[in-house]
């Protein structure tokens, strides 16, 4: 069974930074892309950005351009977003995704399955 | 990156169908066949319940089926459920590994 775990998240002032991560297990974690999503409170949810199974392409929404970072370790089976210079709208659940379907040509994949999500609430 | 346009609510009775529209560009849904809709219960992570417009993930009840027309997917509930009550979104391939969602559709079964 497919399981992705969530830590990371918490309170965190104006300009901060935290670091996520996404423990996968159940799948060849090496051989999928992998994606973050994040949903304001009470709001719909935004894509965040998407990595190859390999890790070496990335990509990024224009919101988290320049002020975030998405990276893999295949050795530990996890996924990280490094987020720089936080800001009060960037307070969201945090999910991570497995891209499901492909091994290349993955902009073809679905989202499937999720984790629980990880809270980040940015506020002084 | 314009989040896809969906209606705010939507309703019906059990037994009932009801559709929940996605709307966007020839740029994302009018562009490819990979536009995939999720159900969300309160405080539970999305589940995938269409992708590649059509297909249905093993699991889910052929009660939910999807379709798209030039800008504009659809996803059709049929024989509506208690527990059919959540939120939906759509989401499509933008081109470049990118991907916009819809705004979002609450569900309520009367």
């Known amino acids: 069974e497919v399981q992705l775990l969530e830590s990371g998240g918490g309170l965190v002032q104006p300009g901060g930074s935290l670091r996520l991560s996404c423990a996968a297990s159940g799948f060849i974690f090496s051989g999928y892309a992998m994606t973050w999503v994040r949903q304001a409170p009470g709001k719909g949810l935004e894509w965040v950005s998407s990595?190859?199974?390999?890790?070496?392409?990335?990509f990024y929404a224009d919101s988290a351009k320049g002020r975030f970072a998405i990276s893999r370790d295949n050795s530990k089976n996890t996924l990280y977003l490094q987020m720089n210079s936080l800001r009060a709208e960037d307070t969201a659940v945090y999910y991570c995704?497995?891209?499901?379907?492909?091994?290349?040509?993955?902009?073809?994949?679905?989202?499937?399955?999720w984790g629980q999500g990880t809270r980040v609430t940015v506020s002084s | 990156q314009s989040a896809l346009t969906q209606p705010r609510s939507v309703s019906g009775s059990p037994g009932q169908s009801v559709t929940i529209s996605c709307t966007g560009t020839s740029s994302d849904v009018g562009g490819y066949n990979y536009v995939s809709w999720f159900q969300q219960h309160p405080g539970e992570a999305p589940k995938l319940m269409i992708y590649d417009v059509s297909q249905r993930p093993s699991g889910v009840p052929d009660r939910f089926s999807g379709s798209k027309s030039d800008n504009t997917a659809s996803l059709t509930i049929s024989g509506l459920q208690a527990e059919d009550e959540a939120d939906y979104y759509c989401c499509s391939y933008a081109g470049t590994y990118t991907w916009v969602f819809g705004g979002g559709t609450k569900l309520t079964v009367l």
């Open positions: 995704a497995k891209v499901s379907g492909y091994t290349s040509g993955w902009h073809r994949g679905w989202f499937d399955p």
């Open positions: 990595l190859s199974g390999g890790g070496g392409n990335t």
